[in-house]
């Protein structure tokens, strides 16, 4: 895959030694880098690594500027980190070229669902409530699949889905751990919108009434397509019988949730930059906001670090991205970033 675009007839080693020359005397002068993390270098590696492809010279400079402004913000916050004044950590991934008005609509349509319109959660959920672990992670009980990545598609709703999906597959049904298919939510939920978003409540309906695909069988391909879904085998898969929801008043109702039923898929505001470059540690950012959610995720598990509480969450952006594929949000906090808002758990039509 070349690294460059080339024009005309010129050759690609002229194009490259010219664009080389020019960002290597950009960074000599200091019009981007701060430290030696940021070099012209690094740029052409993270191109490399990140199969980047840009459409023109003028977007090639545009997008090492960006990255070379991201690469001197990561490097200030980790400095800070290192001397305890930051909670968690950045890190160069897949976002660090993108740009301001690209940050970053990642799939999560504004609600426009009746608050009512899934029941709530019942009363006998929180009978345990004085038998509280301190510490849960699903991962370890074999019921979270792999990270996956929803690539250049909006469709972290449907991956959020699925997540949670997956999870209770194991938990309720006690069936092995399934990868089931983002790929049919895609091309075949019609209130939403393919790769231009959608909503995670519409996708658990379009479950509950069509079921949804495995992986193995629908395999996902980052672009919508025509509906498969009876050629796929989706109503081959346990349907769900109902869609609980929650918006809590306190943080301890949700660890009682994930604790004694399982994960559950929240939407979280996925527009800050410090959440496009998180690296590990305890993410908390002052504006990151509670109402504003464009960015459907899974909750499988709580714990604490460094003294720090958080919320253990599921990605959908690759195993490069966070803390291999996971990001730790900070857990009470104040309802930090209005994580307890908006909750979604699905239930098995369990046969008795």
């Known amino acids: 895959m070349p690294l460059y675009i080339c024009i005309l007839n010129r050759t690609c080693f002229k194009m490259k030694l010219l664009l080389l020359f020019t960002v290597a005397s950009l960074c ?27 459409s023109s010279p003028a977007e090639f400079f545009s997008r090492m500027r960006a990255y070379m402004r991201h690469c001197r913000e990561i490097y200030e916050h980790n400095e800070r980190y290192e001397k305890g004044l930051e909670t968690f950590e950045k890190g160069i ?6 740009y301001e008005d690209e940050r970053y609509f990642t799939g999560e349509l504004p609600a426009t669902d009746d608050p009512e319109e ?4 019942p009363s006998d959920f929180f009978r345990n409530k004085y038998y509280m672990p301190k510490e849960v992670d699903w991962r370890k009980r074999g019921a979270v699949t792999p ?9 972290c709703w449907a991956f959020g889905t699925t997540a949670a999906l997956e999870s209770h597959y194991v938990i309720q049904m006690k069936n092995n751990l399934t990868d089931l298919s983002e790929q049919s939510l895609l091309d075949c939920d019609t209130h939403s919108f393919g790769c231009n978003g959608g909503l995670t409540s519409n996708a658990f309906k379009f479950v509950a009434k069509h079921g949804i695909a495995r992986e193995v069988d629908y395999p996902y391909t980052h672009v919508k397509g025509p509906c498969q879904c009876k050629e796929k085998g989706c109503s081959d898969h346990p349907k769900i019988g109902k869609i609980l929801q929650g918006r809590f008043r306190k943080e301890e ?21 410090s959440f496009l470059q998180y690296k590990k540690g305890v ?70």
Not at 93 to 98: E, L, P, R, T, V
Not at 118 to 121: C, G, R, V
């Open 147 to 155: 990270v996956k990545d929803q690539g250049p598609c909006a469709s």
């Open 118 to 121: 899934f029941e709530n959660l």
């Open 28 to 54: 000599a002068l200091g019009s981007f880098a701060k430290a030696n993390e940021c070099r012209a270098q690094q740029f052409v590696h993270f191109i490399r690594k990140y199969n980047k492809e840009y």
């Open 253 to 273: 109702t949700l660890m009682e949730v994930v604790a004694f039923f399982g994960p559950v898929a929240f939407v979280f505001d996925g527009s800050v930059a």
């Open 93 to 98: 991934n897949q976002f660090a070229d993108s």
């Open 283 to 352: 993410y908390s950012a002052s504006d990151c906001r509670a109402n504003t959610k464009s960015h459907s995720m899974a909750i499988v598990g709580y714990g604490t670090e460094n003294g720090q509480d958080y919320w253990l969450v599921k990605n959908s952006w690759g195993y490069g991205w966070g803390d291999k594929g996971y990001i730790k949000i900070a857990r009470n906090k104040n309802n930090f970033c209005g994580v307890i808002n908006k909750i979604f758990l699905p239930v098995y039509k369990v046969k008795h």
